[in-house]
């Protein structure tokens, strides 16, 4: 589904709303800038090979919890697949190395 580009009238509108509301707190700010980055960090150690939630938060020096939240968020809107197990653990890997990967067999 495709937006709909704003009037300028609208964009003017949902400016002082913003105003009107006092913006977005520094903390906000913060917890998206985190979250850009540990998404962003996960995305990196995913295109090497797949990994475990165990790996990626060892390397990312994350807490196991946080990886596993981020994953999640990350295989709900399609980034990140399961791609098999390790030991007990699911494998996950980028989605585009998954087709890449099926493509090649």
């Keep these: 589904m495709a937006m ?3 009037t300028p009238e609208q964009k003017q509108a949902l400016a002082a709303l913003r105003a009107s509301l006092g913006g977005i707190s520094e903390q906000k700010r913060q917890a998206q800038k985190h979250l ?3 998404r962003k960090a996960i995305h990196r150690h ?6 475990t939630i165990p790996q990626i938060a060892a390397a990312l020096d994350m807490p196991s919890d946080e990886a596993l939240w981020h994953v999640t968020g990350m295989r709900k ?9 390790d030991g007990d653990y699911p494998l ?7 087709e890449k990967a099926k493509a090649g067999h």
């Design 92 to 98: 996950y890997a980028l989605a585009a190395y998954e």
């Design 36 to 38: 850009i980055a540990a």
């Design 77 to 85: 809107y399609g980034k990140v697949v399961e791609s098999g197990e």
């Design 46 to 51: 995913l295109e090497a090979q797949p990994a």
């Design 4 to 6: 709909k580009t704003l």
